[in-house]
């Protein structure tokens, strides 16, 4: 089993609607999470944090679930410029097991 | 407002050749790192500096070393490329991770634009 694992994608959807993205991680120790975005061919953006009562930024809301080992990313009134990979990190620390893993990615496509 | 910094942008070496990555943060970060991103494949670390004076291997370290030259410099060398080094290589940075063994912290990470490297 991957330590972080993502569902690939692609995920294509209308103008307007709202999707989420799930991500499972197979440690139970992990401390932090964060969601990025990359866009084709360009360097990964930090998108957001996820903290464990949940967050918003406008249009997006990160979910954390500890007892079933997953976070979530949820996107409102999607745009056509939030298509991209969203990139689910988890950051696990302590003794010798520091480590940051990125998943593989979502792929989004908005469509007009 | 540069960020991270990574040169060169694109490279097409030939096998057995060497060369070094150059990245450099304006950010005052303590943490640097590189990975590499394959089709496929997540990103993968392949060397950290915590702070500067420290490097460790990350999850993919053979074939290759690093230098943290100061607070703002980690270069990467490939020391004698393989076909299997072929990947687009980013550089990022963090604020956290002083302590040693610190592959991450709880700081998010800042990449640089990236390399793409292609071995022949």
Redesign the interface.
Known sequence: RKE?EQDPGPFNVPEGATVAFNCTYSNSAS??F?WYRQDCR?????LM?VYSSGNEDGRFTAQLNRASQYISLLIRDSKLSDSATY?CVV?T?G??T????????TLLAVQP | NAGVTQTPKFQVLKTGQSMTLQCAQDMNHNSM?W?RQDP??????IYYSASEGTTDK??VPNGYNVSRLNKREFSLRLESAAPSQTSVY?CASSGGGAQA??????Q???????TRLSIL
């Open positions: 972080v401390q932090s964060f360009k360097e990964p953006k930090l944090s990139l950051n620390y003794g010798a520091n480590k940051l893993i990125f998943g593989t990615g | 790192y990975y496929g494949m997540g990103l993968r670390l990350g999850e980013f063994g610190w592959a991450g912290s709880n998010p990470q800042h990449f640089g634009d990236g």
